[in-house]
């Protein structure tokens, strides 16, 4: 199965001049979300993880439904204002500005195995500020995994020392 087939490019979205990949057609099919879901189990199953985190909105899809796979816990990275308990911060740059991201502070524990999983891995930024969340704790990072890469903007740079992995690379 090609899963390639099942997203969706949509020019000038959410602004003009970016091309937007819409993985809704891809979620929508049961077989191609079972197949994403089954490949990223397979990329990470010697991984020895205990916990994966996914950052709000899609990183919760991929992330959670991963987690129930591989039988680990799911931690929910998110906007300022969202989680109940105390959290940790961590604040990094975008293009444009800066971008916060919160953590529950006793989510991780230090030395825990774990793997971030998003949709996308575009310039990169949004896992710059997980990192920064997972660093304040001290965990290990067995892996980071992604549906597709767009590798023209060259995310990876953002992940030096770690183990990537992307279904589709673009
Ligand atoms: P990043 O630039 O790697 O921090 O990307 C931030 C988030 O924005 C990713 O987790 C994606 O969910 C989303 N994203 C960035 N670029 C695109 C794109 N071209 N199409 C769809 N989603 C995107």
Not at 87 to 101: M, P, S, W
Not at 104 to 115: F, M, N, S, T, V
């Amino acid at each position: 199965m090609n899963l390639q087939n099942y997203i969706r490019d949509i020019s000038n979205f959410p602004k003009e001049g970016i091309l937007f990949k819409d993985i809704t057609p891809l979620l929508a099919e049961p077989k191609a979300l079972r197949e994403t879901i089954r490949q990223l189990a397979d990329r990470f199953k010697d991984s020895g993880a205990t916990k994966i985190l996914g950052a709000e909105a899609r990183g919760f899809i991929f992330g959670a439904a991963l987690a129930c796979e591989m039988g680990v816990g799911f931690i929910p990275v998110r906007k300022p204002g969202k989680l109940p308990h105390k959290t940790l911060t961590a604040t990094y740059k975008l293009e444009y500005g800066t971008d916060t991201l919160c953590m529950h502070a006793d989510a991780l524990r230090a030395g825990e195995k774990i793997l971030i999983i998003d949709d996308v891995l575009a310039t990169g930024g949004t896992i710059g500020g997980i990192l920064q969340l997972t660093s304040q704790v001290g965990a290990e990072i067995t892996g980071i995994g992604f549906l597709m890469e767009l590798s023209f903007l060259n995310g990876r740079e953002k992940m030096l020392g770690h183990r990537v992995e992307s279904l589709i690379t673009f």
